[in-house]
Structures are given as C-alpha cells and as structure tokens.
C-alpha cells in the first residue's frame, strides 16, 4: 500500500488554508506582527503560569526532571462524527502508516530524533487508552487508517539566497503552520484574523488602546489561548496522527475521520526526552472531538523511569513452621 504515502501533505504538517491580507509594507507588517504578538504573550506570561507552571532558576538543559510544556488538540470531521463512538468496551481496529519524520527548520545540534521503531510503540499504547487496538484480522479487520508523522518545528523564514531579507509570506506561512500545530485549524484561522484586524488598525495610523487591540482580546478570549500564542511562536516537537476510512483508503479515496496534533516547547529538551512524555499525555484526547486545545504539564524523566500500578492490599501471613515441628 505504497501509495496512501499520499494521503498526507507531509511537506506542511500543520497546514491549513490560512492566508493574510497584506495591503502594503509586507516585511514591515510582519515584523511588527512577530513583535506584537511576542511582547503580548511575554507581557501575560505571569497571569497564565501563576498556578499552573513553576518557576525554576535553572535552564530545563541542567535540570533532571524538566517540566515540559504540551499541547494536544483532536478535530474530527463530519465522517468521523457519524461513526460510533469509540471505547476500550467497544473498541476499533486500526493500520498504523508512517509518513516518516520531517523537520520543518534547523536541526538543532546533538539532539537525537526518537527511533522510528520507538515512535511505532509510543502510539499503540497511546491509542489503547481510548479503546484504539491494532487489526488482528480475520477476526478484528481494520476500520482505521491511522498515519502518522513527527519532527520539530522551528523554521520562521525560508532561507533564499538570492534575496536575504525576511519574506513576509514565508513568516505569515509559518507562524500560522505552526499554530494549527499547537492549537488546531481554527486556532489559527483565528489568530489569522486578529493579524489582519491589527494590521488594517495599524494602517490607519490612529494610536490603539491596549485594550481594544485585536491580538489582545483574542489572547484574553479563551482560558488557554495566551498559552497557545506563547507556543505558537517557540520551537517545538510534534506528532501528528491523522485517522482515515481504511476500506476507502484502499481505493485510493481520502476520507479523514480525525486528526491529533500534539506539540512540546523544544527549549532545553531534546526530542527522545519530550516525545515519550507527549504521546503519553495525549493518549486520552486520540479520536476525542474537542472544541479548543488542552494545555497540559508533564514531568520528563531522563535517567529511567518506573511506571507504578494501581496500590494492591497484601495480606500478611504468619511464615512457615521449619521442617520436623508441630
């Protein structure tokens, strides 16, 4: 089945059809944008973090037990939506696909990108938390097509050299990329319009109170979306797994079902110690429709971990008599 290879544009993996009208000054418009939004974000930053983050002296590259910072975000389609709900009661039955990893940037040296066969192992545990097993036919065919990619993501310009400056296209394009990463399709679409309301402000050339900025209301309009504008604009890892109708995947038709994007800021962490952590944590949201992003805090531990069971009660006996009393 070489050719479902097709049924994602692995090249985009966020992507969207997300496009900002840009009336003039386009290299201007963008960097004023970049900085807007980043002084925003940096502006809230304490109010989003004060009980949900901790503050740590020492650079998440030193400590042993980074706390990393995750987004997850499932959005399912009309199909997906018409199929019965999925459970470990009533579970369904998948193929899992691999598109391969793709960076979107520059690698950054001497990280280690999680093994393929590692990445395979992550995700059917993962998929088995909400009831999501692999095909064991002929008793268990699969309804599913689940394909899958992973890789980081800091890339804001398109080098081009012959022409050295920002390309404002290039930074629109991946500034919003990312954020349908982070936070889903209408996450950026959103963030999209708020761009173009602040730019359309900005040419009129009348001074914006803080409050009634575009950007600054979208921040404010949902609980999480300071925090998804903050990751929008860092580097980060990321899984995507994309579910499709098996049976029509076959005939070369393209039904998706549901898409999870999972994201975690790539700052003082590498990929084999965040990855693990962030396909765990979005185990319960794979095939779950939701209506905005989950913002989520997951220890990393790097030197082994031990994963405890559920407590058990054990009686205790009274040891046996030695051999040869009564």
């Excluded at 093994?115 to 909400?130: G, H, I, Q, Y």
């Excluded at 008793?139 to 012959?162: F, K, V």
């Excluded at 990393?300 to 051999?323: D, N, Q, W, Y």
């Amino acid at each position: 089945m070489k050719t479902l290879g097709r049924l994602d544009p692995a090249r985009r993996i966020g992507a969207s059809p997300l496009r900002v009208r840009h009336a003039s000054g386009g290299v201007t418009f963008v960097l004023g944008l970049f900085l807007a939004v980043t002084a925003a974000a940096t502006a809230a930053a304490p109010k989003t973090r004060e009980p949900r983050w901790v503050f740590s002296l020492l650079p998440k590259s030193l400590q042993k037990n980074p706390r990393l910072e995750l987004t997850v975000i499932t959005e399912m389609t009309d199909a997906g939506r018409r199929r019965p709900p999925v459970s470990p009661r009533d579970p369904a039955y998948f193929e899992l696909y691999s598109l391969g990893p793709h960076n979107l940037g520059d690698e950054i040296g001497g990280t280690e990108a999680v093994p393929a066969n590692e990445v395979v192992e992550l995700l059917r545990r993962a998929l088995a938390k909400n009831g999501y097993q692999p095909a064991q036919p002929p008793a268990h065919p699969p309804s599913l097509l689940i394909t899958y990619t992973w890789g980081m993501h800091n890339r804001l310009d398109e080098p081009d050299p012959d022409n050295p400056m920002l390309s404002p296209m290039a930074v629109e394009r991946n500034l919003l990329d990312r954020a349908a990463l982070v936070g889903g399709t209408k996450f950026a679409e959103e963030l999209r319009r708020a761009f173009e309301q602040k730019n359309d402000l900005d040419l009129t050339g009348g001074a914006l109170v803080p409050i009634l900025d575009p950007i600054e209301l979208f921040r404010r309009r949902q609980e999480n979306n300071d925090f998804l504008v903050e990751q929008s604009l860092a580097d980060v890892y990321y899984v995507v797994a994309s579910a499709y109708d098996y049976d029509l995947a076959r005939t070369r038709q393209r039904v998706l079902l549901w898409r999870t994007r999972m994201t975690v800021a790539s700052a003082g962490v590498s990929e084999q110690q965040s990855l693990p952590a962030l396909v765990a944590a979005a185990g319960p949201y794979f095939g779950k429709d939701m209506p905005q992003a989950e913002v989520l805090s997951r220890r990393s531990v790097r030197e082994g971990s031990v994963e405890i069971g559920p407590p058990i009660i054990v009686e205790e006996t009274a040891p046996p008599a030695p051999k040869g009393t009564k």
